[in-house]
């Protein structure tokens, strides 16, 4: 079968098992490299369920955006929130989480160590999130729609992530200790 119609039919299924693999693979690439990392499965999903739910939560924000023709996306877009949410959003964890563990080898308390952590390295990520996120944000502005499109969703994935790692991580750091 060729034409268009079957063209398109198969473009879209190889994006769709394209968009499953890529998150299956760097979901089993960050696990693996928290766990040599670590070595502890606990502290390992920290960073993990933390981006998980701030990427479902950015790609759902984003779909109900596109629902309501309030911004436009590209088929396949949800690769790139993803995959940069993911290492953005572990890269975030991990300095915040290595920063906990010295505040606890120093002898602080789990909900002190935490208070201390942010206030040491909130800063830094703020301004380091900030960065990449004002660079990529500056992609709506480009001409060619797909970039356009891209720096707002990923800008948007990006935002949720950070907001994320300053809240949610330290959340679950006070639950687990």
């Not at 079957?6 to 098992?17: F, L, N, P, Y």
């Not at 002190?112 to 380091?128: F, T």
Request: proline fraction near 2%; charged fraction near 15%.
């Amino acid at each position: 079968l060729s034409g268009d119609a079957t063209v398109g039919r198969d473009m879209m299924r190889a994006a769709v098992e394209s968009s499953k693999a890529t998150e299956l693979w760097t979901t089993l690439l960050v696990v693996v490299l928290l766990l040599l990392i670590y070595r502890a499965p606990v502290l390992a999903l920290i960073p993990l369920i933390t981006v998980g739910v701030a990427t479902e939560f950015s790609l759902a924000t984003l779909a109900i955006l596109a629902k309501h023709n309030i911004i436009g996306l590209f088929n396949g877009i949800e690769v790139y929130v993803k995959v940069l949410s993911y290492g953005a959003g572990v890269d975030y964890c991990l300095f915040l989480i290595a920063r906990f563990k010295e505040e606890l080898d120093e002898g602080h308390a789990t909900s002190e160590a935490v208070s201390n952590a942010i206030a040491k390295v909130g800063h830094a990520l703020v301004a380091s999130a900030g960065t990449v996120i004002c660079g990529i944000g500056l992609m709506y502005f480009a001409e060619f729609r797909k970039f356009s499109q891209a720096g707002i969703a990923i800008t948007l994935g990006l935002v949720v992530v950070l907001v994320a790692s300053m809240t949610f991580t330290p959340a679950l750091l006070r639950l687990v200790g």
